[in-house]
């Protein structure tokens, strides 16, 4: 990138603040929604950085979430339940005010829930497996999206991308981290082939008759599929179940229903789980942090990656370099702050 | 079946129990594996009915199970997990005693863990998820196996066939259920092409060198690949970490190193999630139990079937009209019963 301006992390986290902040949203939610797409960029997940703020004002413009919510914590009641009703605002900040209490019921019991309701969830789950890790905990991390995959054997949309993601926590490393789609390809990568004018992959998708498509417009107008046939549509369909009904939140044709569109970020409900490897192995042979590196060992010994590699190594160097930002990005980033919520059409 | 004795559920668990009494299992044991052993046949599940009763003689019979082992509940310590140790015995009625603690805390802290160590892991996971959503609760469990699946990128056997199955409660109907192996087919389905002499679909198996085969016999000698690639891969690692390792239990390369083959029954530990609807759900809109219906009816209404439906269907039948048992399938149960452990090799 010849036309390169290097950000340190901070001074980026900084200017997407201020976006967030110049277009109406309080301190609370522009500083958490600002750590979440300063880490994408950060971790080079282009997919998951400023990419999506134009996405997160649309979603605040056209009414569907509420910029200056606040977080509210349930009161304990001595349960493995932590609650945080997000009044409509995005699902971050929620997490961020739960977490202290999700660790201290996981460290006491074992194992504990956060359940975050009537949030907007917003880009990956990583950042919140990450987040418990960091407190020694493992974690499995879960969410409903719209209606946009096919179950396996079905035709039409039903089940929602659900993402589904865990994390184990190491002394000396990034932690273990993997957060995936329950659908084989993402929707964005959908999109992409349709601009691109190239035909998707065998198995992605089926056409609004229920046949398979490798068409991005028959797909876009069909459903996609769940990735690992019937297995992975039965993890799918886990997620709507725990994660949409089981915490009293939307599950996805609920969610398309009150949006309306796929083009604005989810409301719903989120499920994390927490589990402290310590309570669990207590009395048993071997520390299980360092157990688990030797499974590690194994798996980079074969010459396999462990997921997240490539956004640790990324982060490593936004650390030591900073962040490369192009001049077109720079420009964006101007234009959003002086604009606000007018950089963004919708109605 | 022209020459097909009729039996009830209970007479034939009556004479699959015989059969491990006279092997020598003390009466929990050999309860419990002919609970589930008939559970098979009732569901039409061949795969795990009388089929499995040579594996569990010849495991007995290399002494790699104990048979007169009695389960030990840990004293009760106000968390969430509970602790049952297997002594060396078999997972089900180890699992059967911990099952209703296991309940008891689920209802009152919304979550709990059943955690079963040092046993022998026999047949499938949905008895035990069965036996938590008839408690009203939902249920996640997970196990390790042996050592014969290649993580996605590597080479060789490292994950186990890890299977991951879940329920989900339902008012009047059975249970919402699913329990799949994380590789692509199951060990047993190589092992069925090699005897029919037919080639392994693609995908299903890599040889010794890590190429892609279709050859049973290069399969054999090579390893397994998890299902939906590094998605399925990523979810056999954590169950490795938290089925195996978080618990103070081997993993699937531990298994085999310490079994030395994978004719025998996996010795290790086995984890069991329980989750209370009516506890995460309190205070939000709607009943869990309900809105789940509609999710299924909406699964159903697009011609996509629900997992286990068609086990269910035989067990009504089998309830109905008793088990169908082949002159052959009834000799064979003679045979066990005359002859014991005499009745399969082990060196």
Partial sequence: ??????????????????????????????????????????????????????????????GKVRPDATPELAPPDGSAIVRVDAHGGFA????????????????????????????????????????????????IVMCPSYATVAPAGGTRPLLGTNPFAFGWPRRDSDPYVFDFATSVAARGEIELHRRAGKPLPEGWAIDSEGRPTTEPEAALAGAMLPFGGHKGSAIGTMIELLAGIMIGDLTSPEVLDRLGSTLLAPMHGELILAFSPEAFAKGRPGDPIARAETLFEAILGQGARLPSQRRFAARANARAQGIAMSSQEIAQLDRLLAE?????AWD
Same sequence: chains 1, 2.
Avoid: Y
């Fill in 1 to 62: 990138m010849t036309d390169a301006t290097i950000l340190t992390i901070d001074a980026l986290k900084e200017r997407v603040e201020a976006i967030f902040r110049r277009a109406g949203l309080n301190a609370v939610q522009a500083g958490a929604l600002a750590g979440v797409i300063t880490a994408g960029e950060r971790d080079a997940c282009k997919s998951h950085g400023i990419f999506r703020i134009e996405g997160a004002l649309r979603t605040v413009k056209a």
């Fill in 92 to 139: 971050n900040p929620a997490f961020a005010l739960g977490l202290p209490v999700l660790a201290e019921r996981a460290h006491a019991l074992g194992l504990a829930a956060l359940v975050v309701n009537d949030c907007t969830h917003f880009s990956a789950l990583w950042p919140e497996v990450e987040a418990v890790t960091a407190e020694g905990l493992a974690a």
């Fill in 340 to 344: 606000g919520l007018d950089a963004v």
